[in-house]
């Protein structure tokens, strides 16, 4: 189900904005929240936040930086081979944290 989801927005991405008027409230933007929430939460926990965020993107609502909220559980993004860092989760409060993509550097040949 995630990966059917993340190929349909990545189709919004691709084909379907570039022919709408891209004016986003909101940082990351809503297709792009959704993405991060299908990689760091269950399919339906997903799917609820990304709902509510699209229906928050309107004039009432001031718009602005609205990073991912998560509860992450302890121990477990523990990996002890050499990894290529995509999220940084930034602590909030008790349990829960900001989801931050990694600037993705281009790299020459290795």
């Known amino acids: 189900m995630k990966t059917i989801f993340k190929y349909l927005v990545k189709f919004y991405q691709r084909?379907?904005?570039v022919i709408s008027y891209g004016s986003c409230r909101y940082y990351p933007t809503c297709s792009?929240?959704?993405l991060w929430q299908l990689d760091n939460n269950?399919?339906?926990k997903a799917i609820y936040?990304?709902?509510s965020r699209v229906l928050?993107?309107?004039q009432l609502f001031a718009g602005g930086i609205?990073?991912?909220v998560i509860k992450l559980k302890k121990l477990q993004?523990?990996?002890f081979e050499k990894i290529k860092i995509k999220y940084w989760y930034i602590p909030v409060e008790n349990g829960k944290y900001f989801v931050v993509k990694n600037r993705e550097?281009?790299?020459e040949k290795e």
Do not use: E, G, V
């Open 15 to 17: 084909y379907l904005s």
């Open 32 to 34: 792009q929240y959704a």
């Open 42 to 44: 269950t399919f339906f």
């Open 49 to 51: 936040f990304t709902i």
């Open 56 to 58: 928050k993107c309107n």
């Open 66 to 68: 609205d990073y991912p």
């Open 77 to 79: 993004n523990i990996n």
């Open 105 to 107: 550097w281009k790299q």
